[in-house]
């Protein structure tokens, strides 16, 4: 969630910290700061608000040095204000942090009772009080700072830099990402690849329970038992750390406008030219002999989920438990032998799923994850990991990534379905022929941004909206339920339609707008049923179909938006388009953070 840098260099490091850290705004962030050394003197700004109040102050109050580390805080314990923003600063040591120390409380009252006092809310100032306080006792800076780290209970990244120390800063991971960048005399630390792209194309990534003493000649790593660590440096392809908006308003925006590109990537990288099955890294899975599947994510891909729990079991006819990551290890649920898990996480880093991961280690028969970044955690944690191919996606309200998540996990259902002979050559021909088309379909349902705004100008007036979706459908509901929540702040809520009348149609008035995901497919009819109950109660319709369905809807629709026909299979992929564009073009015309919405954070690395 947080955004950690830091950066031992060769030439005056605010506005080189300032940069990386506009790198992870992505993140999302309330507040911002940085320290710097110079002259053995520690220093540091902080500012509350978006990154050009620092820069601002930094104008005013410039920060020299050439050592430093920088933070823009997504808060946790404590409300955003300039007391609460990191770096927080304990005599000697200056501390940034990503994360949750749980038993700060304890450490606070075991400091109190030495006398030593606090001016923050927050868990870290706890940890460069106790770092301050070894010092005190005699401690080197990295002796101070391992000290601590031994005593931490909780999800943290961590960086410490010192006073009187211009060569060295102390990185600690433990449950959230940290990367250590290679440069020629220069090193640098950062909470993702993104934010050390334009420093360094080599990356180290730290493992669990790692400790790192940097300096610019290199960096000495110990794992969690104090053993020397040789983790590997990677070099890392500097176009897919892309920040760029290439021209559009928003990122998001830019984001929905690339699915063609990127799908289309992912159905090749599964489906090489001339293949007629799905191709897995290694082919090493086989279905035939899988029990079960438990599936597990949060937010948008818990319902990328949802929907391959449809595509597993009419398929391939393999039971499938669906579960929000963190309930999962809550309930102790049993994983038997023959169960297989899949883990799925744009970052592959969320905290609750990587914690699911790490209960369902023993315990299934084997691990996937489909993430979006290969050196991830949760990657590098899996018995296989299969990249989604979307590219970088800095939109806090995930686009490209469900959609890319959603091909993978059909590609994978449609590999099921062949290997537990559930569908035969001509059934798996036709549905790789319609994947392949589906950038296309794709393509035209880009081209009905008309439609979609007219829409979207009238859903922005309300101040509730009811989308509903049947089979296939439903949770792409609850998807864009979500998305017009996330970026315009309307209340949504999503239903299964044929659950309306079982109390959501009490809702139901004049006022009251309802968007419709009905393809017509199997289900159609019984769709238009529940939109008539809906229009009888004055109810306005939102209608996304194709021609058929649009024709077969009736006279009543308050407004409808044309998807081309695709294979059924295939409509939740398609459908996500409008749903996403819904919630963009609303929000535009509410005149709210599209990129960055209030509250919201990209990674979620903290319970």
Request: proline share 5%; glycine share 8%; net charge negative.
């Amino acid at each position: 969630m947080c955004g950690i840098v830091g950066v031992l260099g060769h030439h005056e490091v605010a506005p080189i910290l300032v940069e990386a850290l506009k790198r992870l705004e992505y993140r999302g962030y309330d507040s911002a700061g940085i320290a710097t050394v110079d002259e053995g003197r520690l220093s540091r700004r902080r500012a509350v608000g978006k990154l050009v109040n620092l820069s601002d102050l930094l104008v005013h109050d410039p920060l020299p040095g050439k050592s430093g580390i920088g933070h823009t805080r997504w808060a946790t314990h404590g409300e955003p204000s300039v007391a609460n923003a990191h770096p927080h600063r304990a005599g000697r040591v200056a501390v940034v942090h990503n994360g949750i120390i749980e038993n700060y409380r304890d450490l606070r009252a075991e400091l109190a009772g030495a006398g030593i006092g606090f001016t923050t809310e927050t868990d870290t100032e706890t940890v460069a009080l106790l770092t301050e306080h070894h010092m005190a006792q005699g401690d080197d800076p990295v002796t101070a700072a391992f000290r601590t780290l031994d005593r931490l209970d909780g999800a943290f990244a961590l960086a410490f830099l010192f006073d009187g120390e211009e060569d060295l800063i102390v990185a600690a991971r433990k449950g959230s990402p940290l990367a250590i960048g290679h440069g020629d005399g220069e090193m640098f630390v950062g909470s993702d690849a993104i934010a050390l792209a334009p420093l360094t194309d080599r990356i180290t990534y730290l493992e669990e329970g790692d400790r790192a003493v940097v300096t610019r000649t290199g960096v000495e790593i110990r794992d969690e038992n104090g053993q020397l660590a040789n983790r590997p440096a990677k070099r890392i392809r500097l176009d897919q750390t892309s920040v760029d908006k290439a021209g559009h308003k928003h990122f998001m925006a830019k984001e929905i406008a690339e699915q063609p590109a990127v799908i289309g990537a992912a159905v090749a990288h599964y489906l090489p030219a001339g293949a007629q099955s799905v191709q897995l890294p290694g082919d090493t899975v086989d279905f035939a002999d899988v029990e079960r599947l438990v599936m597990v994510a949060c937010g948008t891909a818990y319902y990328a989920c949802l929907t391959a729990k449809y595509w597993f079991e009419q398929l391939a006819g393999l039971p499938v438990e669906v579960d929000i990551a963190s309930e999962f290890r809550y309930r102790e649920p049993p994983v038997t032998p023959r169960t297989t898990a899949i883990f799925v996480s744009q970052s592959g880093e969320t905290a609750d799923t990587l914690a699911a991961l790490r209960y369902c280690r023993d315990k299934a028969d084997r691990i996937l994850s489909v993430v979006n970044v290969p050196e991830s955690s949760i990657a590098r944690e899996s018995d296989l990991a299969l990249p989604i191919l979307a590219g970088t996606e800095i939109g806090v309200a995930s686009t490209k990534a469900f959609t890319c998540q959603l091909s993978v996990l059909l590609m994978l259902a449609i590999k099921a379905a062949a290997d537990r002979g559930r569908l035969g050559e001509v059934e798996v021909a036709d549905t790789i022929s319609a994947l392949r088309g589906l950038p296309a379909a794709i393509n035209l349902a880009l081209d009905q941004g008309k439609a979609i705004r007219r829409a979207a100008r009238r859903l922005s007036e309300a101040r509730d909206v009811l989308f509903l979706g049947r089979g296939l459908m439903y949770p792409l509901a609850l998807e864009g339920a979500l998305k017009l929540k996330e970026i315009s702040y309307i209340h949504a809520e999503a239903y299964a339609s044929g659950e309306l009348k079982h109390g959501p149609i009490a809702l139901i008035d004049k006022h009251m707008p309802v968007v419709v995901f009905a393809p017509r497919d199997a289900l159609f009819d019984k769709t238009v049923s529940n939109m008539q109950e809906v229009m009888a109660r004055k109810g306005k319709i939102v209608l996304v179909s194709d021609d058929a369905g649009i024709a077969g809807a009736g006279d009543g629709v308050w407004s409808a938006i044309r998807m081309p026909q695709v294979h059924p299979v295939l409509s939740p992929i398609l459908y996500a388009i409008p749903a996403q564009l819904l919630a963009y073009h609303t929000a535009v015309a509410k005149g709210t953070d599209v990129d960055q919405p209030r509250n919201l954070a990209k990674s979620v690395t903290v319970e």
